[in-house]
């Protein structure tokens, strides 16, 4: 088992216990794999308080398992490049296996993005029509003002609200149960997950009047693409601020002045991450052995970097391309199949150099 490099257990002993205690982990991202067959009680690791929401809104379950192929998605996009990028073990019911035992700041991201991927399929789905407990922003009526003048509230405006509401009392649930410095990590991270959906919302319009000239407007609310919600988390986790609880157990604290102070909008995280160099069951790290790199990248998807100093191997693959496409009037593209031979780099297994 791996210390924390830091000083601060030495001060906070109570910390240290709840870092390594075994707990069950957000288990409704499992409901993912489950589909349209969402079954409440064969939910493994749901509270109860989620399981009655769960039985009372099954059309909400449904949405939101349908979301969750979305911000794993945006996940795996995010970290696309990196060591740690975001893989999952789909017949985990944790999902993302012991990784996020570690209140490590990979932790934070997930338990952030999963929370703005429910609100965000959650507004879709109020605005589709598909939820009976939901439906349009019913505020955004009459009329109104934007920087090009006044407008009129029409069509549907994405009610995020009541998709946070519900996200909340969902989400938070689990954590509510606990009253661990891990439980409060992880409600700040839920929370700035669900708040980033909201900063994205896009005024769409359509102009009524002579020949389009714009002289009337009816505008609604929209969620933008989750990929700006994605982006914007992203730069979150980059600047994730790593804390401490003070001696009360009440909030937060910077241990040291070398802590910068986190603001709500801040992803917080209690415990150094591993390199995720190498495959370790202890970390949950899967390791980069057989992944991608780039010889002539400079940055984290290089080999050094990717690889971890063990070096690669590489081999020469064949790849199909459309080429040569030409346009045919009138209207068709026809392409030739071209053959290029390209080399392929990968990360080797171990320190040794052995290829397992
Ligand atoms: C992510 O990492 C896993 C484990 O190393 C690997 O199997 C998977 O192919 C990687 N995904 C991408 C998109 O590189
Ligand atoms: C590798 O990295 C270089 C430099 O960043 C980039 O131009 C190139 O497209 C990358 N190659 C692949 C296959 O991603």
Known sequence: MKVPPSGMCL??????????????????????????????????????????????????MQAIG????????????????????????????????????????????????????????????????LLDTCSCDPTKKGTSQDAKGAFDWGGCSDDVDYAIRFTQAFVDAKERKERDTRALMNLHNNR???????????????????????????????A??????????????????QVVMNQYGTKFTCAHNIFKKPTKNDLVYIEESPDYCIRDHESGSVGT????????????????????????????????????CKFHWCCAVHCKDCHEEVDVHTCKFQESGAHL
């Open 11 to 60: 001060y906070f002993p109570v910390l240290i216990c709840c870092w390594f205690s075994s707990r069950v982990h957000a288990s409704w991202w499992y409901m993912g794999s489950l589909g349209s067959q969402v079954m409440c009680d064969n939910i493994p690791g749901l509270v109860n308080r989620q399981r009655q929401l769960c039985r009372q809104h099954p059309e909400v």
């Open 66 to 129: 349908v979301g969750i192929k979305d911000w794993l998605g945006e996940c795996k996009h995010q970290f696309a490049k990196q060591r740690w990028n975001c893989s999952t073990a789909p017949r985990d019911h944790t999902l993302f296996g012991r990784l996020l035992l570690r209140g490590s700041r990979e932790a934070a991201f997930v338990y952030a993005i999963s929370s703005a991927g429910m609100v965000h399929a959650l507004t879709r789905a109020c605005s589709q029509g």
């Open 192 to 222: 700035v997950g669900r708040k980033a959906v909201k900063r994205f919302m896009n005024l769409e319009c359509k102009c009524h009047g002579v020949s389009g000239s714009c002289t009337v407007r009816t505008c609604w609310l929209a």
């Open 224 to 241: 933008a693409e989750f990929r700006q919600t994605g982006d914007y988390l992203r730069k979150k986790y980059n600047g994730a601020v």
């Open 289 to 324: 052995g057989g992944r991608v790199c780039n010889r002539t990248s400079r940055g984290t998807d290089s080999c050094e970097v990717m690889c971890c100093g063990r070096g690669y191997d590489t081999s020469r693959v064949s790849r199909t391309s459309k080429c040569e």
